[in-house]
């Protein structure tokens, strides 16, 4: 079983819609949580970054943590066509200066 | 202004020749990663190092050898290439070690034949 899991998608959205990822995982020492976002041919480039359980938002991005059942998720409103992407999301314990990757859930936002 | 920049963006090589993937940042960090990712988008990371220093070697072959020979830069030689080495490798930064935050390149396709 691997550490993190990841929905590969692809996730297919009308414009507007709100959009869900999530990611499970399975090593309780995990301490910080952060989603990536990956264009076509480019590098992951950090989207959020959470530490606590509970919410953090950012525009039109909230990143949920709840470590009693190992989950984080995404939320995307109002998602836009350049929203499409691949979302990583990515865990570490502290200091140990080693991201652990999902595989990434493939979004495709139609206009 | 690009801030991790690798090169070449492709890279085409037969198997059993030998390769090298430069990395360079401009953001003042201290820590530079390199990462590959397969075919599956799975990202893992190979090595960091922090101030010219080794500190992460995740159970890569000896094949694979990173050289640093300043903060800024974080070479990435291949030696006799194989077919399972075909993937997207990237190099990142960040601030310090045991920083969460990596500031990653856009990747080196290397496929080989």
């Known amino acids: 079983q691997k550490e993190v899991e990841q929905d590969p998608g692809p996730l297919s959205v009308p414009e507007g819609a709100i959009v869900s990822l999530n990611c499970t995982y399975s090593?309780?020492?995990?301490?910080?949580f952060m989603w990536y976002r990956q264009y076509s041919r480019k590098g992951p480039e950090l989207l959020m970054y959470?530490?606590?359980?509970g919410n953090k938002e950012d525009g039109r991005f909230t990143a949920q943590v709840d470590k009693s059942s190992k989950y984080i998720s995404l939320f995307i409103r109002d998602s836009q066509p350049s929203d499409s992407a691949t979302y990583l999301c990515?865990?570490?314990?502290?200091?140990?200066?080693?991201?652990?990757f999902g595989t990434g859930t493939r979004l495709q936002v139609f206009p | 202004d690009t801030a991790v920049s690798q090169t070449p963006k492709y890279l085409v090589t037969q198997m059993g020749n030998d390769k090298s993937i430069k990395c360079e940042q401009n953001?003042?960090?201290?820590?530079m990663y390199w990462y590959k990712q397969d075919s599956k988008k799975f990202l893992k990371i190979m090595f960091s190092y922090n101030n010219k220093e080794l500190i992460i070697n995740e159970t890569v072959p000896n094949r694979f050898s990173p050289k640093s020979p300043d903060k800024a830069h974080l070479n990435l030689h291949i030696n006799s290439l194989e077919l399972g080495d075909s993937a997207v490798y990237f190099c990142?930064?960040?601030?310090?070690?045991?920083?969460?935050?990596?500031?990653f390149g856009s990747g080196t396709q290397l496929s080989v034949l």
């Open positions: 959470t530490y606590s359980s």
């Open positions: 990142a930064s960040s601030p310090g070690a045991g920083e969460e935050k990596l500031f």
């Open positions: 090593n309780s020492a995990f301490q910080y």
């Open positions: 990515a865990m570490t314990i502290y200091n140990t200066d080693k991201l652990i």
């Open positions: 953001l003042g960090h201290d820590t």
